[in-house]
């Protein structure tokens, strides 16, 4: 069984930036494609992006595309979202999780979430 978690949410003001962490276990963490989803509030869960097991490719969806960036180092077991130019409509808590390929809006191995807020 492969635990995911994320971390580094907060308290950001608009037009601000937080990077986000998930880290996974297991030793076949690099060969996950993985994917970042976020939840609002009386929302339905979003998928944002996602990134191959390589690293080399990406995936973002348009809300997010030229603001967010995902990246992994699957030395550390762990992927990233950089996310930029933020603004109150990114609230949310966001999660990661293993996707069965790139742009895929499913996963499997979902982490506890952390929660973004971001104020005006």
């Known amino acids: 069984q492969v635990q995911v978690s994320e971390s580094g949410g907060g308290l950001v003001q608009a037009g601000g930036s937080r990077r986000l962490s998930c880290s996974a276990s297991?030793?076949?963490?690099?060969?996950?494609?993985m994917g970042w989803f976020r939840q609002a509030p009386g929302q339905e869960r979003e998928f944002i992006g996602g990134i191959s097991a390589n690293g080399v490719y990406a995936y973002y969806a348009d809300t997010v595309k030229g603001r967010f960036t995902i990246s992994r180092d699957n030395a550390k077991n762990t992927v990233y979202l950089q996310m930029n130019s933020l603004k109150p409509e990114d609230t949310a808590v966001y999660y990661c999780?293993?996707?069965?390929?790139?742009?895929?809006?499913?996963?499997?191995?979902w982490g506890q979430g952390t929660q973004v807020t971001v104020s005006s």
């Open positions: 297991g030793r076949t963490f690099n060969q996950y494609v």
């Open positions: 999780a293993r996707i069965p390929w790139l742009g895929s809006r499913s996963g499997d191995y």
